[in-house]
């Protein structure tokens, strides 16, 4: 069930671009992308919904391939802010009710 | 609006002995998960309150775990006894549920050593 990332680990230089992928071997309804910085909480970036409907962060940018099941995140123009692990979730339902299942993580190291 | 908040941040404890772990979720919130995460590894599933009831607890590692959520407010999780291989970040998260585009907001985290 658990979806899976690639790559395990990015290297950019300030500026450059990144693509993080995300896949499951399960019908998505909707994957969730979190960033989580050493020591801190996973923060919540990006929800995209099955059907299109893209919610989240300005500057970060996802697609959503329902019949690949599979999502990727856009990070363009990087930022030493960008720095960190990102998650991808996507949404498992159980008993009518529905939790995020979530992938290994890929590091994302962002220098000058 | 407060966010999640989880207590203690840091805990180091011996083989064997006991701790319990502390979630306040976001108001308002029925929907209250714990995760864990060991270094390296994925965010893991353990556990799902709807209100004061368990949902689904499939990824409690085994019955040293307990997890109550008394009144549909906080919840804690006790590990006991605690084993070497139970250290780890355990985040707790909250939601409104996972419908119409809504998502899970976690805490901070309790970074559990047992040594």
């Known amino acids: 069930q658990q979806p899976v990332q690639s790559p395990q680990a990015v290297i950019l230089r300030e500026g450059e671009d990144a693509v993080i992928n995300c896949s499951s071997s399960?019908?998505?309804?909707?994957v969730h992308w979190y960033r989580q910085k050493h020591g801190e909480a996973p923060v919540f970036l990006m929800i995209?919904?099955?059907?299109?409907e893209q919610k989240g962060h300005e500057k970060i940018s996802a697609s959503f391939n329902e019949k690949k099941q599979q999502s990727s995140l856009y990070l363009t123009a990087s930022q030493l802010s960008y720095s960190g692990t990102y998650f991808c979730?996507?949404?498992?339902?159980?008993?009518?009710?529905?939790?995020?299942?979530f992938g290994a993580g890929t590091r994302l190291a962002v220098h000058p | 609006e407060a966010g999640v908040t989880q207590f203690p941040s840091h805990s180091v404890i011996e083989k064997g002995q006991t701790v319990t772990l502390r979630c306040d979720p976001i108001?308002?919130?029925?929907?209250l998960y714990w995760y864990r995460r060991v270094m390296g590894k994925e965010i893991k599933f353990l556990l799902h309150?709807?209100?004061?009831?368990?949902?689904?607890e499939s990824g409690m590692p085994n019955n040293r775990f307990l997890a109550e959520r008394t009144g549909g407010t906080y919840s804690t999780l006790k590990v006991q006894p605690a084993e070497l291989e139970d250290s780890g970040v355990y985040f707790c998260?909250?939601?409104?549920?996972?419908?119409?585009?809504?998502?899970?907001?976690f805490g901070e985290g309790s970074w559990l050593t047992v040594v």
């Open positions: 998260a909250s939601s409104r549920g996972l419908t119409s585009g809504n998502t899970i907001y």
């Open positions: 399960k019908a998505l309804y909707s």
């Open positions: 995209l919904l099955k059907g299109g």
């Open positions: 979730g996507t949404a498992v339902f159980s008993g009518g009710y529905n939790k995020l299942i």
């Open positions: 108001s308002g919130h029925d929907n």
């Open positions: 309150f709807v209100k004061e009831s368990k949902q689904d």
